[in-house]
């Protein structure tokens, strides 16, 4: 028996490129194969371009006329992160969450968009790295890579350790990741 998924419009977090060398290719490519909105600043354009990757938004501070682009165009406002335009924009239009490849400015609202149940990864490093609040827990494989800089992370049910920013799992088990304030963390790819 085989399955079938059917994805609606805005179903699948956005993608936001913002550096093509953060990752492998091989690593794009896996996050593309979701078939998601493809956003890219337009300094970007003619990279995007030369490696075939069809881009729905384009985003800048001044429109330019050209016929022969097939996508949105999304201004940017002056001086002020690009993350603080394009997170509302996307939740405006019902997107549920947003991958970012590349180095970002820390977005003001992170607070808002998470209450939101608005998911927010990047990729960097060979890790993934997800926004996250309170306490998280997931399982994860003997040998898996954990970090989190601003997270306490151990083992469920064992006496939370200090606080570990790199952790490899010695064994296969339910992780907690435990923090008061908003944090990232990351697992290996």
């Known amino acids: 028996m085989s399955s079938h998924h059917i994805i609606l419009d805005n179903q699948e977090p956005a993608l936001l490129v913002l550096d093509f060398h953060a990752c492998s290719s091989e690593q794009l490519g896996q996050i593309l194969e979701w078939s998601p909105t493809v956003i890219i600043p337009e300094h970007l354009f003619p990279e995007a371009q030369m ?5 729905d938004i384009l985003l800048g501070e001044e429109h ?11 201004a940017l406002e002056k001086e002020k ?7 509302p924009k996307l939740i405006e239009k019902a997107y549920n969450g947003l991958w970012i490849v590349g180095a970002f400015q820390y977005c003001t609202f992170f607070d808002t968009i998470i209450k939101q149940s608005f998911q927010i990864y990047r990729v960097s490093d060979g890790f993934v790295w997800k926004l996250s609040q309170g306490k998280v827990k ?4 003997a040998g898996q890579e954990i970090k989190s800089p601003q997270a306490t992370i151990y ?5 939370p350790p200090n606080a570990t920013p790199h952790f490899t799992l010695p064994k296969a088990g339910v992780l907690v990741l435990d923090s008061e304030q908003l944090f990232w963390w990351a697992e290996k790819l």
Not at 51 to 55: L, N, Q, S, V
Not at 138 to 141: A, E, G, I, L, V
């Open 138 to 141: 997931k399982w994860f494989n």
């Open 64 to 74: 330019q006329e050209e016929s022969t682009m097939q996508m949105e165009f999304w």
């Open 51 to 55: 490696k075939g990757i069809k881009i």
């Open 81 to 87: 992160p690009l993350l603080d335009t394009l997170l």
């Open 155 to 159: 083992f469920e049910n064992e006496i």
